[in-house]
């Protein structure tokens, strides 16, 4: 998302660059959606790869849709609107597979609920790219634990891309972690780092509990702060996996110690009382 238009405007070199530094350190999963950079980021990564097609074995990407906006490149979304209709969504894959350069994606998610979705519509046009070998798999991304068993009834979801961070903490306790546990559903954290406001932003009283908290740990264990703030989604035992939003392949890369951290359940709970301002009940 942030690799194009919406953040750091790459070039073809840029991209095929940073590709190449993450395959190098066993960092093989991109998330993209047909919106992304106003529908032009999807483009812009696989002129990377059409550079070299031998990495697209290597590699899993992840793509989006459901969201129409409108911007210069689409002139018939007149207002920004949703659409999960079967023809849409299949016609959606056609252009990520052109714009990816590739002939299938590994996971295709319905980027937001839409309020007139149809389950058996969503089912029909996953059954159909299943079958042609265009999607391996599919799930959907910020959906509740009510839309995501239904569209579960008609097709099975494997992923719920959501939004947790330290910042955000809803999916703990409304019921979306406990579902992905219940429905053996693998969950993807957007923003863990809060859209980079926990490490850029030092204003609110929120944050700087936060930091101060984080802070402490990273002494303790000699780990970067944003290292910490991952821990804390690691260990959830949903097996919450990040989607980390940096442009700098450096970062992603020393994100991977992460995976070594064990926070001790009382550090956990010490995050989470610097995020919510007072004792758990
Ligand atoms: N499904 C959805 O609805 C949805 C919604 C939003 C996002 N997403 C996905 O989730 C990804 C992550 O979201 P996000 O970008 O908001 O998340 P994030 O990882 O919380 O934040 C990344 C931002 O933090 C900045 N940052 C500053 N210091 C950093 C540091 N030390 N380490 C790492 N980042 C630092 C990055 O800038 P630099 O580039 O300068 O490092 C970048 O702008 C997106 O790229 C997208 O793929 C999905």
């Known amino acids: 998302m ?12 840029q991209f095929a660059d940073s ?15 047909d919106i992304y950079g106003d529908y032009t980021t999807e483009e812009e990564f696989g002129a990377a ?3 070299q097609p031998s990495i697209r074995k290597k590699i899993q990407l992840i793509t989006k849709c459901g969201i129409k906006m409108p911007v210069a490149g689409r002139p018939s979304n007149k207002i920004k609107s949703y659409d999960t209709s079967s023809q849409y969504i299949i016609q959606c894959v056609e252009r990520s597979l052109t714009n990816l350069y590739t002939d299938y994606i590994d996971v295709f998610l319905i980027h937001r609920p839409d309020p007139l979705m149809n389950p058996e519509e969503i089912a029909e046009a996953f059954a159909r790219l299943k079958q042609q070998g265009k999607v391996l798999h599919f799930g959907v991304s910020n959906f509740n634990p009510s839309q995501t068993e239904l569209i579960n009834k008609y097709y099975p ?22 579902q992905c546990i219940h429905d053996n559903i693998l969950p993807m954290a ?14 609110s009283e929120k944050n700087m509990r936060i930091q101060a908290a984080v802070n402490l740990l990273s002494l303790k264990y000699k780990s970067s702060f944003e290292n910490i703030l991952l821990a804390f989604l690691r260990k959830h035992p949903s097996g919450i996996i990040p989607v980390l939003g940096t442009s700098k392949a450096e970062r992603l890369i020393s994100a991977i110690q992460s995976k070594e951290l064990q926070l001790e359940t009382e550090e956990w709970f010490m995050l989470w009382e610097a995020s919510t301002g007072k004792q758990i009940p």
Request: charged share 15%.
């Open 19 to 33: 590709i190449a530094a993450c395959i190098d350190n066993d960092i093989t999963s991109f998330d993209h959606a």
């Open 157 to 178: 979801v494997e992923i719920n891309q959501i939004e947790i961070s330290l910042l955000h903490l809803d999916p703990f306790h409304n019921g979306q972690l406990d």
């Open 190 to 203: 957007w923003s863990p780092f809060g859209g980079g406001s926990l490490l850029t932003d030092f204003s």
């Open 49 to 51: 790869l059409n550079k």
């Open 2 to 13: 942030k690799w194009g238009q919406w953040g750091a405007r790459f070039t073809t070199s």
